[in-house]
């Protein structure tokens, strides 16, 4: 690929994996890096080069930007691909790789700092004419709270505005509960995000999770890739998405992707992101916020449309055109993915970190399995429990989760304990079958204990 020669991977896991596959196929060399609970790992093995950056902890390793900086001076890359997580959406991490003359694989940093700053990210959308959720701006005087919540109606949203990923929200239900919550969800914002502000949103009752892929050049190109539904959740964490979103009027769906291109190009944004919305049971949609990266759910994107994102995140980084346009782009098929973690859903979900004794993946027509960890290998304590993403496509919905249930049948792990009976029972959910599910079904559905 002209323009790139090698490429840091700022991450680990399988999204590690997945971007070191990428650069291969495009004839670009792969750095990996790595903790100290990671020496050993599957991206490490896959790289041209490896270079250990610290400490187990994240704040010691992938957390650390000077570790991270020093480890692509010393390997002259000519960018750093941060995946997701971690400093991903940082853009003071993105300014630093830009001021060492390295290319950052992502947005702008200003673009960074805007759409992580939810507040600045609800303006900008309202700015683009895209619908936003009822809200407040950040919280700077406790007294006018009562009247910002009399005028925005329970129930509501108490929301970190440097928060994302499902994390820093508090559901409150009345004033009582939302003076209660008040100064508790400010320090946790602070704790966690550096940031105490916080805001207020109306609750969209009954609401689905749906997001809509976009890819955007420095050539003044942006284009969608339609949408995912990602309703299936717990606490606010997604276990199953799929693609296209089930039931979704054509008007709607025509409506809420031409509304992320219009956010994307309002805010100049370059790369791969995801305008995330609020679907409610009229179809009217809000946008809630924009992940500045790869996704997580990615793959089911790349299945229905034959597009692989981050070869064009190294395209768009190599200053080439995408090597498409919004007419060529066509949904072929349904796909649907399943996050297996390494959770015990018998007692509360609790991570079950340790050795993979056993480790049998499934295949067959349809099928792909992306994950960071091989036979013998380790989950270990200080990052996210996830094993593998099964990612199942078929001609049509049914097809698809046909195949995933028969994906399951053949995933097998031994060693630690996992979601993947959870998987089986909900892909031979009735109701998930019929679909939509709203993002409150999966929480219904295990407090029930059906």
């Known amino acids: 690929m002209s323009g790139l020669r090698r490429v840091m991977v700022a991450n680990r896991g399988e999204i590690a994996v997945r971007i070191i596959r990428a650069c291969h196929v495009a004839g670009v060399e792969a750095v990996a890096v790595y903790s100290d609970a990671d020496e050993r790992s599957k991206w490490v093995r896959m790289a041209d080069d490896a270079v250990h950056i610290g400490r187990s902890a994240a704040q010691k390793s992938y957390l650390d930007p000077d570790a991270l900086l020093k480890a692509a001076r010393a390997t002259e890359v000519d960018a750093v691909h941060p995946g997701y997580g971690f400093l991903s959406e940082s853009g003071a991490f993105a300014r630093a790789i830009d001021e060492a003359g390295l290319v950052f694989i992502g947005p702008r940093p200003a673009v960074l700092e805007q759409m ?21 701006d950040p919280i700077e005087d406790p007294a006018d709270v009562p009247r910002l919540a009399a005028e925005l109606g329970f129930p509501l949203l108490l929301k970190a505005a440097a928060g994302g990923g499902g994390r820093g929200i508090r559901p409150v239900h009345d004033l009582e509960g939302l003076l209660d919550a008040l100064p508790a969800a400010q320090a946790e914002a602070r704790s966690a995000f550096g940031d105490p502000a916080v805001y207020l949103e109306r609750a969209v009752a009954n609401a689905r999770h749906v997001e809509v892929q976009v890819l955007a050049d420095d ?16 606490r606010r964490q997604k276990l ?30 370059r790369g791969a992101g995801t305008v995330e919305f609020l679907v409610d049971g009229d179809g009217n949609f809000y946008f809630i916020e924009m992940n500045a990266r790869v996704q997580v759910e990615h793959p089911i994107t790349e299945a229905i449309t034959g597009v692989d994102i981050v070869a064009e995140q190294l395209r768009i980084a190599a200053g080439e055109p995408l090597s498409m346009d919004q007419a060529s782009i066509e949904r072929r098929g349904a796909a649907v993915e399943l996050r297996i973690n390494a959770e015990d859903p018998e007692r509360d979900f609790a991570p079950t970190p340790g050795e993979i004794a056993v480790l049998r993946l ?22 996210d429990s996830l094993i593998a993403k099964l990612i199942c496509w078929g001609e049509d919905r049914d097809q698809a989760y046909a195949r995933a249930r028969q994906a399951l049948t053949e995933f097998h792990v031994e060693g630690v304990a996992s979601t993947a009976a959870l998987h089986r029972e909900l892909t031979n959910d009735p109701e998930l079958a019929a679909g939509p599910v709203h993002t409150m079904w999966l929480e219904q559905h295990l407090s029930t204990g059906r």
Do not use: M
């Open 116 to 136: 992580g700053d939810k507040a600045a990210a609800r303006s900008a959308a309202a700015s683009a004419g895209v619908p936003v959720v009822p809200g407040t």
């Open 219 to 234: 050539h003044g190109n942006v284009v969608h890739l339609f949408e995912r539904d990602c309703s299936v959740q717990r």
């Open 240 to 269: 199953i998405e799929e693609a296209p979103a089930p039931a979704l009027h054509e008007e709607t769906r025509q409506a809420i992707t031409a509304a992320a291109v219009r956010l994307a190009e309002h805010v100049g944004y």
């Open 362 to 383: 499934p295949g067959g027509p349809g099928v792909r399995v992306d994950t960071g960890i091989s036979q013998g290998d380790r989950i270990s304590p200080f990052y």
